[in-house]
C-alpha cells in the first residue's frame, strides 16, 4: 500500500526558512506535489516535481527529491506570517489518484 | 470559472440519516475526485469519475456510500444511514486529463464540505 509520511509541526521565526520533509513508498509515482491548506480554504496547489528531476525552484519554493532514499523536501525562503498553513506532501498514484501525508503545521513567529 | 464549488459547506445530520453532497468541477475538466479527510490527516481517496464513468472506487467506500456523475458534469456523494464515524470534510477535486503519454494530472480542489453526525 501507499504511505506517505511527513514530521507533523515546524515553527519558524519569520525571514528565516523552512523545510518540510516527506518521504514517500511507491517508486513508480511520476509526480509529488506540495499542497498547501488554509483555515476554511480548499487544498492549493503550491508546486510539484517530476520523478525524473531533482530539484525545482521556483520563486520562494524549492523542491528537492532523492529518489533513492524516496524523500522529498520543501523550502520556503524567506518565510512569512501568511505561509503559516498545513502543507501536505502527495505521491501520484496508478496515475490518478494522489496519496497524502498527514500534513505538517506550519507556524511562523515574529 | 471560480473553480470547484461544492455544497453544503457545512451539515450537520444525525446519526441514521442520509445525506447528499454536490460537487460543481471546473467546467472543462474531464476528471472528477472525491476524498474524504479527519481531523489531523491528510485527503484519502474515495473514489474518481472520467466524465460520466466511475473508473475506480476505494476500499473505503462502504456499500452506503453512492457517488454520481450524470452527464458529466456535477457529482453527488450519498451517504446512507449515516454513522458517526462518517464525521470528515469531504473533499472534492476535478483535473483535465490530457491524452496518452501526459503523466501531469493537476487536481484542484474545492472547499470541502465538513459533515458532523451527532
Known amino acids: 500500500g501507499e504511505d506517505v509520511e511527513q514530521s507533523l509541526f515546524l515553527s519558524v521565526r519569520e525571514g528565516d526558512s523552512s523545510v518540510i520533509n516527506c518521504t514517500y513508498t511507491d517508486s513508480s509515482s511520476t509526480y509529488l506535489y506540495w499542497y498547501k491548506q488554509e483555515p476554511g480554504a480548499g487544498l492549493q496547489l503550491l508546486t510539484y516535481?517530476?520523478?525524473?528531476?531533482d530539484m525545482k525552484q521556483d520563486q520562494r519554493l524549492t523542491v528537492l527529491l532523492n529518489k533513492k532514499d524516496k524523500h522529498l523536501s520543501l523550502r520556503i525562503a524567506d518565510t512569512q506570517t501568511g505561509d503559516s498553513a498545513i502543507y501536505f506532501c502527495a505521491e501520484s498514484i496508478d496515475d490518478y489518484k494522489l496519496s497524502f501525508g498527514a500534513g505538517t503545521t506550519v507556524t511562523v513567529r515574529a | 470559472d471560480t473553480g470547484v464549488s461544492q455544497d453544503p459547506r457545512h451539515k450537520i445530520t444525525k446519526r441514521g440519516q442520509n445525506v447528499t453532497f454536490r460537487c460543481d468541477p471546473i467546467s472543462e475538466h474531464n476528471r472528477l475526485y472525491w476524498y474524504r479527510q479527519t481531523l489531523g490527516q491528510g485527503p484519502e481517496f474515495l473514489t474518481y469519475?472520467?466524465?460520466?464513468?466511475?473508473?475506480?472506487k476505494s476500499r473505503l467506500l462502504s456499500d452506503r456510500f453512492s457517488a454520481e456523475r450524470p452527464k458529466g458534469s456535477f457529482s453527488t456523494l450519498e451517504i446512507q444511514r449515516t454513522e458517526q464515524g462518517d464525521s470528515a470534510m469531504y473533499l472534492c477535486a476535478s483535473s483535465q486529463r490530457g491524452g496518452v503519454g501526459t503523466a501531469y494530472n493537476e487536481q484542484f480542489f474545492g472547499p470541502g464540505t465538513r459533515l458532523t453526525v451527532l
Open positions: 469519475f472520467q466524465n460520466e464513468a466511475q473508473l475506480e
Open positions: 516535481i517530476f520523478s525524473n528531476m
